[in-house]
C-alpha cells in the first residue's frame, strides 16, 4: 500500500477560483454546492477539488472520511480539530 498527502484549507464555493468552482458546477448543481464544503486535492499530478459531501463519514481514530475512486484506491480525509484545516491522503492498495 502506498500514500500521499496534502494539506487543504476547508473552503466554500465562493473561495474557489472560477476553474475550479467550473469544475464542481459539472459534478453538482449550483444550489448544491453553495451548501457544500471543499478540498483541494494536489497529489500526483493531479490537482483538483473534492466535495466534503462525496466522502462517506467514518467512525475511525485516524480518517474521518472516504472517498473511493476505484476498488484499488480511495482519498481520505483527516480535519484537524482546531483550525479550518484538514489531511487529504490518496491511498493505493
Do not use: W
Not at 465562493?14 to 468552482?21: H, K, P
Not at 497529489?43 to 473534492?50: A, D, S, T
Amino acid at each position: 500500500m502506498t500514500s500521499t498527502y496534502n494539506r487543504s484549507e476547508i473552503l466554500s464555493f465562493y473561495d474557489l477560483t472560477e476553474s475550479q468552482q467550473c469544475e464542481i458546477l459539472d459534478l453538482i448543481e449550483l444550489e448544491e454546492a453553495e451548501q457544500d464544503s471543499f478540498v483541494i486535492i494536489n497529489i500526483k499530478n493531479y490537482y483538483g477539488v473534492l466535495p466534503l459531501s462525496m466522502f462517506m463519514r467514518t467512525e475511525n481514530n485516524f480518517t474521518h472520511g472516504v472517498y473511493g475512486t476505484s476498488y484499488f484506491s480511495c482519498y481520505t480525509v483527516t480535519f484537524n480539530r482546531f483550525t479550518d484545516e484538514c489531511v487529504v491522503a490518496y491511498k493505493q492498495f
